[in-house]
């Protein structure tokens, strides 16, 4: 059966490998045979302050990553959050829903607001229930994302079950799936095995750019961190080495080989040899969307078009669903 698919990308520059092989990639593979929704999520981006001429540039750069990595707009639909009203009117409904409680477990805000959580934004705090928000709107029944989204797909379950249940609409809100990928659902930094690949690591050493040209790549994976023990032969010894781990599973969602095939192949060489190797396929795969992206930022008119119709689909279906959102909430709908 067809799935019914949402999921989204925050236009915040220079998106990276993590957002590829942890999403991006899916979502390609996703469209050939399900009914695809992918988002631009700016309303999100601007929760942390944003510079509005390289939020309007990186909201164009992120729709050409992903018209570059393969997604068809004919197929799936591709547009950006704030083109939908109803994406803010219903996150205004789902605030007044969830609770501050659930909020205050949210691991992402304490992340991100730091050690200074007053001077954080409420957006920030609230942004699950924009989040639930994008989700609902679309009744999607799966939500494919990277590890790291997965407690903020835990309260969209949340607020859907309670939404139905405080409005005794059993069933009106759809409870998503969380598609979450194993073996590439966290990407690691190449520095540091145990943290995550992420734009906002200050060491651009730390991960690999889809902008990056062949050298940076080569200098990059020439530079991460290894140990100095032989490729090993058994799945559970990566374990214990989370840079080979984090290596060799690029290596494999790059190759798309499973990672026991991979490890046979790999098994009693060097570091050196994998390093090489994964150099080789990165330059092959990442390489031509980095330059994909350049070629497609060059005609703004036409991903002005990609999200002006992407835009038209997405509007005709949250319109219908947040029309029956405020009927179940119980504003008055005027008549004419
Ligand atoms: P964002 O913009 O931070 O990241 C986009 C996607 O990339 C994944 N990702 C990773 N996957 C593996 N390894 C990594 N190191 C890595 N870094 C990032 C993320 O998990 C995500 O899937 N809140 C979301 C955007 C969003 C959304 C939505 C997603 C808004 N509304 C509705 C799904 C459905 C975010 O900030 O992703």
């Known amino acids: 059966m067809k799935k019914k698919i949402f999921s989204g990308v925050q236009p915040t520059g220079n998106l990276h490998l993590g957002n590829y092989l942890g999403a991006i990639k899916n979502f390609v593979s996703l469209q050939k045979e399900n009914d695809c929704i992918y988002c631009v999520v700016?309303?999100?981006?601007?929760?942390?302050?944003?510079?509005?001429?390289?939020?309007?540039?990186?909201?164009?750069?992120?729709?050409?990553?992903?018209?570059?990595?393969?997604?068809?707009?004919?197929?799936?639909?591709?547009?950006?959050?704030?083109?939908?009203?109803?994406?803010?009117?219903?996150?205004?409904?789902?605030?007044?829903?969830?609770r501050?409680?659930?909020?205050?477990?949210?691991?992402?805000?304490?992340?991100?607001?730091?050690?200074?959580?007053?001077?954080?934004?409420?957006?920030?705090?609230?942004?699950?229930?924009?989040?639930?928000?994008?989700?609902?709107?679309?009744?999607?029944?799966?939500?494919?994302?990277?590890?790291?989204?997965?407690?903020?797909?835990?309260i969209t379950r949340d607020i859907a079950q309670k939404f139905n249940n405080d409005f005794n609409c059993k069933n009106f809100l759809i409870v998503p799936?969380?598609?979450?990928?194993?073996?590439?659902?966290?990407?690691?930094?190449?520095?540091?095995?145990?943290?995550?690949?992420?734009?906002?690591?200050?060491?651009?050493?730390?991960?690999?750019?889809?902008?990056?040209?062949?050298?940076?790549i080569a200098n990059k994976i020439k530079r991460a961190k290894t140990d100095s023990l032989p490729l090993p032969g058994k799945k559970s010894e990566l374990s214990s080495r989370p840079e080979l781990e984090n290596l060799m599973n690029m290596y494999s969602s790059l190759s798309n080989n499973k990672l026991e095939n991979v490890i046979n192949d790999f098994q009693g060489k060097n570091f050196a040899f994998l390093k090489d190797k994964l150099t080789e396929i990165l330059i092959e795969k990442i390489c031509p969307i980095g330059e994909e992206i350049k070629k497609l930022l060059n005609d703004a008119t036409y991903l002005n078009q990609v999200l002006k119709e992407g835009s038209e689909k997405a509007h005709s279906i949250a319109s219908s669903k947040i029309e029956k959102v405020y009927d179940k909430v119980g504003f008055l709908k005027l008549k004419n």
């Open 42 to 98: 700016d309303l999100h981006a601007i929760t942390v302050k944003q510079d509005p001429k390289e939020l309007n540039q990186n909201t164009l750069e992120t729709t050409a990553t992903f018209l570059a990595a393969g997604l068809d707009y004919k197929k799936s639909i591709i547009f950006n959050q704030s083109s939908v009203s109803a994406h803010a009117e219903f996150a205004w409904v789902l605030n007044c829903v969830s």
């Open 100 to 154: 501050i409680g659930w909020m205050n477990r949210m691991t992402q805000f304490k992340e991100k607001a730091g050690s200074n959580k007053e001077n954080a934004s409420i957006g920030l705090y609230v942004y699950p229930n924009l989040m639930a928000a994008d989700i609902l709107l679309y009744d999607a029944s799966h939500v494919p994302v990277g590890e790291d989204q997965k407690q903020h797909l835990e």
């Open 177 to 216: 799936e969380p598609l979450i990928q194993k073996e590439f659902s966290r990407i690691m930094s190449l520095k540091d095995g145990k943290k995550k690949m992420s734009k906002s690591d200050a060491s651009e050493q730390s991960r690999i750019n889809l902008s990056d040209d062949k050298d940076t």
